[in-house]
């Protein structure tokens, strides 16, 4: 057995501190920590090289993006701006300072931001990706394309690019268009639940039901929790005359995100169908307090209404949703939205 002093010696020795680690090291393992969900212990890394070195780049670049995750997004934008001040090319810091904006829905200088990055290195594809996105939310639906299809030639690879390009054509009608972007996602990624979900959305729209319902439903199985992808199969059940199992469809979506407005507002449609007024009454009621101008919802309520016999309540709504048609011999038949005169 070791001696009362060998043993001495050995816990002094445990006891002495380990060298002092290098800035460089420490992004090194923070970076690893960050990679593997440890945020916490990133975050604790980057606070200790900016207490050595406070106005530190990329310690500041990547504190910013965990405060930004954290939901501190003011301090994001703060810290990752102050980053740049102090490295002007540092393209990661603008990408992702975009991003921050994009979340933000700040659509503009999102944009600015990713234009600066693409400045510094302008083949990279994940910001052209981001740059169209940006656009696309701000309705530049042209530039947006430009953008998609900038990203898709550097890396045609990206299944969220052909996504997205899929979703502006969808929102374009040009169901072609969308259908051969959603492919080209889904041969990427086959599980790729959204694009399932919303190709379902495009083949629908061509008058595809059924292959519209077995993408739905193969966006479900992907995520059992999909609540958009619920709804939208009960609008295609419901397209096929299944409304009871259109209905079941639909309180699966809204027992899923009970704000679903457009879940409510479908169920309303087919308990109307199935002339349960009283429960379609409620469910437009619904969908109406969480979106007061949901006016396919007023107008739908304001009819079953009138179906009850609630004059009255049934007109005013049906002219909130609905609009007025007014008959004037001298200038004709005026259309007015959802506005009286």
């Known amino acids: 057995m ?28 923070a970076i690893q920590h960050k990679s593997a969900g440890r945020i916490g ?9 900016l207490e050595v070195e406070p106005n530190h780049p990329v310690a500041l670049h990547l504190l910013g993006v965990i405060a930004h995750m954290a939901g501190q997004s003011d301090i994001a934008i703060q810290m990752i701006r102050t980053a740049i001040s102090h490295a002007p090319e540092y393209l990661s810091a603008h990408r992702n300072l975009g991003n921050v904006f994009l979340d933000l829905s700040r659509f ?4 600015e931001s990713y234009g600066k990055a693409l400045a510094f290195n302008p083949k990279h594809a994940v910001t052209h990706a981001n740059l169209a996105l940006a656009l696309h939310n701000s309705g530049r639906i042209d530039e947006a394309q430009d953008s998609y299809n900038c990203s898709l ?16 054509y969808l929102e374009k009608r040009e169901y072609d268009a969308a259908v051969a972007s959603y492919q080209k996602a889904l041969a990427i990624q086959p599980d790729f639940a959204q694009v399932h979900c919303n190709l379902g959305s495009a083949l629908k729209n061509q008058g595809l039901v059924d292959e519209a319902i077995a993408h739905y439903n193969q966006a479900i199985v992907l995520k059992p929790d999909y609540a958009d992808a ?25 027992s899923l995100n009970p704000n679903f407005a457009d879940a409510h507002c479908n169920l309303g449609n087919a308990l109307w169908s199935l002339r349960k007024l009283e429960e379609a009454a409620a469910s437009y009621r619904m969908a109406l307090d969480i979106h007061p101008s949901m006016t396919e919802a007023a107008g739908s309520l304001g009819s079953v ?15 909130d949703g609905f609009g007025v048609i007014n008959f004037d011999v001298r200038k004709g038949v005026v259309y007015n939205f959802g506005k009286s005169t």
Request: glycine letters at 8%; proline letters at 4%; a positive charge.
């Open 2 to 29: 070791p001696s009362k002093d060998a043993k001495n010696r050995q816990q002094a020795g445990n006891s002495q501190t380990q060298p002092p680690m290098s800035i460089q090291d420490g992004l090194s393992l």
């Open 41 to 49: 212990q990133a975050e604790r890394i980057y606070r200790q090289i």
């Open 108 to 111: 503009d200088e999102a944009i």
């Open 153 to 168: 030639n550097l890396d045609p690879e990206i299944a969220n690019t052909h996504c997205n390009l899929g979703n502006m």
């Open 230 to 254: 619920h709804n939208n199969l009960g609008t295609a059940l419901q397209k096929l005359g299944h409304v009871i199992e259109a209905a079941n469809k639909y309180r699966k979506a809204i």
């Open 305 to 319: 209404l009138l179906a009850m016999g609630k004059t009255n309540e049934g007109l005013a709504l049906e002219r």
